[in-house]
């Protein structure tokens, strides 16, 4: 496969807007890609279009992707939609890499959109994002995909010494990060105190320490080779130097547990392992990355599954500063889940576009910098949601992004 | 008091019908390699085998693998009410509701004894959808 490089990004600030509409949202982080890039919008070729609750939100469950670009103008051009819970927007951007690095088509536009926010109905917000459980034995008998996160934690605490001090740790770290994203749903930023006097939502979770269900909102990328850029004289890079999916493979009954207890970070070492030897680098090369933090202490989890340290380490790494804005590698640095907020078909998106926006030094406030320039690698952890039958993940996602030296 | 009554869903479970007053669920057992699974299958995904599953009944008996009580829910169910994953004594851990304790952090104990029984979960309009709940084997209401 041809080297595939991303030139361009846009985002819909996220948040509460119930006077858009999905067409609304999804143009302003189209034609920000497509201004970012600097190329003529006629030249994208394929697109396709992340939404996983337009068909519980407003009824439009088919023909998502051309009611959604329709409105921005493109045309002429195959629109596919790709639904599947929090890993959406990821395998849209995966898709779209593996369409121009194939050589099939020329630019690629992969477009995440999502309306949660439903003014006066939280418990309708809810019960769109439960759809992405199966639904008879999950959904129907009231399984909700933040109570199941928050099911494993008790053994985690007990066997990794975290304590609801270092979850709000984590929260008030990602809140500091968002205060400087005008991108971001939630950018007052507020202490750990204050973090763990909020509300419970589920033991041992507090209202900040999880990713609010009403959010709305857009994000957008354009990839194609680096040839292809270089012809169309587009804003160059990062390049993905490496990425992969895969699902939770099933573990019979008498198999010794080994999973962590939160689906999410189940598969992510495998995940990782792949996409670090592709990449050629390891834990230790990275300056940056963005984690999937739908609730506060799968970012703990993810240190350790991702390689940054060993078990029980994860609470001390993230006391030592290594992972806020001027540590060794930033995480969340747009506010992760938690603040920046997580529309669920956009989330892939957003990180990438945050990853984007770092390693081209454009980040403003929040710029992370390494030996005085901005970060080189850069990784995305992404996973979707499913509970059910087959407990487990339909889709873990890495991606290990390169800004190379010019 | 609706009288419309549903299963969530047919060919999941079964009443009681033996000494121990347990009802049952419905699984599958694969004649290659022996794995169980609940809900039922036709290939198994153990063994990664067409057609080698049989159906079996899973006895209502487990113990806790973990549980949360749950502030808020989707509609159609009352928060706060408690969420689990029970590991079957036939097998497979499964994801159920857990009664017949207080809806308390610290009601329960990782690994303990729990039995099934089968419980209206949610109304639906006039009709009451019955589903499996788990409680333990002593019942502790407040």
């Not at chain 2, 006895?59 to 509609?75: H, I, K, N, Q």
Request: glycine fraction near 10%.
């Amino acid at each position: 496969m041809d080297e595939v490089v991303v030139i361009g990004v846009g985002m819909h600030r996220f948040g509460e807007h119930p006077s858009l509409h999905l067409a609304d949202l999804a143009r302003v982080a189209v034609w920000d890609a497509i201004e970012d890039a600097g190329i003529d919008a006629r030249a994208i070729d394929i697109a396709y279009v992340a939404n996983c609750y337009a068909g519980v939100i407003t009824g439009q469950s088919d023909a998502v992707a051309p009611a959604v670009l329709g409105y921005t103008g493109l045309s002429g051009l195959p629109m596919i939609h790709i639904s599947g819970g929090t890993s959406a927007a990821t395998v849209a951007f995966h898709e779209a890499v593996m369409a121009v690095g194939s050589g099939q088509y020329r630019i690629g536009l992969a477009l995440g959109v999502e309306k949660q926010f439903v003014p006066g109905n939280p418990a309708r917000s809810i019960s769109a994002i439960n759809t992405s459980l199966e639904k008879v034995v999950a959904m129907d008998l009231g399984m909700t995909p933040l109570a199941e996160l928050a099911m494993g934690l008790r053994r985690l605490m007990d066997s990794r010494g975290w304590t609801r001090e270092d979850f709000a740790r984590v929260t008030a770290k990602n809140r500091w990060h968002a205060s400087m994203n005008p991108l971001a749903e939630v950018q007052q930023p507020i202490s750990e105190a204050e973090v763990l006097a909020a509300p419970e939502v589920a033991w041992p979770l507090t209202r900040p320490m999880c990713a609010s269900a009403g959010v709305d909102g857009a994000a957008a990328a354009l990839v194609c080779t680096r040839r292809t850029a270089r012809e169309l004289g587009a804003t160059a890079g990062p390049r993905v130097a490496a990425m992969h999916l895969r699902s939770t493979p099933y573990l019979r009954n008498d198999a010794p547990v080994r999973r962590t207890g939160v689906p999410s970070m189940d598969d992510v070492a495998e995940v990782f392992a792949k996409v670090y030897e592709r990449a050629a680098v390891g834990p230790r090369d990275l300056e940056l990355l963005q984690i999937h933090d739908a609730v506060a202490p799968e970012e703990l989890l993810a240190y350790e599954v991702l390689g940054l340290c060993a078990p029980g380490e994860e609470a001390a790494l993230l006391a030592s500063g290594a992972t806020r804005l001027g540590g060794r590698v930033p995480t969340g640095t747009d506010g992760g889940l938690l603040a920046r907020g997580h529309p669920v078909g956009v989330t892939g998106l957003a990180q990438i576009h945050e990853a984007v926006v770092q390693m081209r030094g454009r980040a403003g406030p929040r710029q992370a910098w390494h030996d005085g320039r901005p970060p080189r690698i850069a990784a995305v952890q992404n996973a979707g949601a499913r509970g059910g039958a087959a407990n487990g993940v339909p889709v873990c996602a890495g991606l290990i992004f390169q800004m190379d030296q010019p | 008091m609706s009288a419309a009554q549903r299963p969530v869903a047919e060919g999941l479970f079964e009443p009681a019908d033996s000494a121990d007053g347990l009802p049952w669920l419905l699984g599958s057992g694969c004649v290659k390699c022996g794995e169980k699974v609940f809900p039922a299958m036709l290939d198994c995904p153990a063994c990664v085998s067409r057609d080698s599953m049989r159906p079996v009944r899973l006895a209502g008996r487990g113990t806790l693998d973990r549980f949360v009580v749950a502030r808020r829910g989707p509609s159609g169910f009352r928060a706060p009410y408690i969420q689990g994953f029970v590991r079957l004594d036939d097998g497979p851990t499964i994801y159920s509701l857990i009664d017949g304790c207080p809806v308390a952090d610290d009601a329960l104990t990782l690994g303990e004894a729990l039995e099934m029984a089968l419980v209206p979960v949610r109304e639906e309009g006039d009709v009451t959808v019955i589903g499996w709940s788990f409680h333990p084997v002593v019942r502790r209401d407040g």
